[in-house]
């Protein structure tokens, strides 16, 4: 079955950098593309950032943030610097495949 597990947040001052990770299981992931979501608290789930034949970003994230994968270790990337209050949210790893998959998510709190 189709696997997600986020990893690499945790509480960066304002300007600080971060680097998301997604390890991906149950399927070609070669073959599809990844995405990366945020929720913040109060607020619904937002797109962040997608990578497949090419990368897409969020407005909010362009110039900031970056997607990649590896399809060798079935994973992808977020890397994220020059953080803002305003992207503490909680971030997900996605996939559509016969539907959409969802990582448990990992805390992203950006404060002095």
């Known amino acids: 079955q189709v696997r997600l597990v986020e990893s690499g947040g945790g509480l960066v001052q304002p300007g600080g950098s971060l680097r998301l990770s997604c390890a991906a299981s149950?399927?070609?992931?070669?073959?599809?593309?990844m995405r990366w979501y945020r929720q913040a608290p109060g607020k619904e789930r937002e797109f962040v950032a997608n990578?497949?034949?090419?990368?897409n970003y969020a407005d909010s994230v362009k110039g900031r943030f970056t997607i990649s994968r590896d399809n060798a270790k079935n994973t992808v990337f977020l890397q994220m610097n020059s953080l803002k209050p305003e992207d503490t949210a909680v971030y997900y790893c996605?996939?559509?495949?016969?539907?959409?998959?969802w990582g448990q998510g990992t805390q992203v709190t950006v404060s002095s």
């Open positions: 996605n996939v559509y495949r016969r539907g959409d998959y």
């Open positions: 149950g399927f070609t992931f070669s073959n599809y593309a």
């Open positions: 990578i497949g034949s090419s990368t």
